[in-house]
């Protein structure tokens, strides 16, 4: 069971935030979801990042694309 599986299954909220390396869109990205996360009164601890062939950035929450999109395993970085 992964990290964020345990804390979902405390009950407690798990948010990765993942991307590439040097992805020019993680700055806003993370920056959105501080906020996002301060609105519903959230502390940033919840937030794990990750580096990695993902797609980039991408946000899951308990496991979950935010997006809709499917959870993506980590793809070699070329």
Known sequence: MTAAA???AEGRVAVD???VP???NLAPARHELRAALA???LPITVVTEV???YPSPSILV???D???APAMV???VA
């Open 62 to 64: 308990n496991g979950v």
């Open 74 to 76: 980590r793809r070699p």
């Open 39 to 41: 609105d519903v009164g």
């Open 22 to 24: 040097d992805c020019p």
């Open 66 to 68: 935010v997006m809709g």
């Open 17 to 19: 935030l993942r991307s």
């Open 6 to 8: 345990d804390r979902a």
């Open 51 to 53: 580096v990695g062939g």
